[in-house]
Nanobody
Framework: QVQLVESGGGLVQPGDALRLSCAASGSRFVLHTMGWYRQAPGKQRELVAVITIDASANYADSVKGRFTISRDNAENTVALQMNSLNPEDTAVYYC????????WGQGTQVTVSS
């Protein structure tokens, strides 16, 4: 099992950038697929980005070209760099780790509003 703690959320204006970070504790982080989901009010949870153990990344169409996921296996962290934010990106963002089972962080709120 992996414990995950997200940070970096907040209130920003349209067009701004924000960087989310997820710190993982527990062993074998390097063997986990990592990623980010988000859930907006009244909507289903949506996969935003995923990064595999060999650092191959995939993104939701809605964030391609704006968001970048990365991982640091030495520091047991995964980050989500979000650029050109718009109000549709407003959601609670959840970090997850998957190796067989899926472990979740508690979520961090991102609000994009003028």
């Amino acid at each position: 099992q992996v414990q995950l703690v997200e940070s970096g959320g907040g209130l920003v204006q349209p067009g701004d950038a924000l960087r989310l970070s997820c710190a993982a504790s527990g062993s074998r982080f390097v063997l986990h697929t990592m990623g980010w989901y988000r859930q907006a009010p009244g909507k289903q949870r949506e996969l935003v980005a995923v990064i595999t153990i060999d650092a191959s990344a995939n993104y939701a169409d809605s964030v391609k070209g704006r968001f970048t996921i990365s991982r640091d296996n030495a520091e047991n962290t995964v980050a989500l760099q979000m650029n050109s934010l718009n109000p549709e990106d407003t959601a609670v963002y959840y970090c997850y780790a998957r190796m067989g089972q899926t472990d979740w962080g508690q979520g961090t709120q991102v609000t994009v509003s003028s």
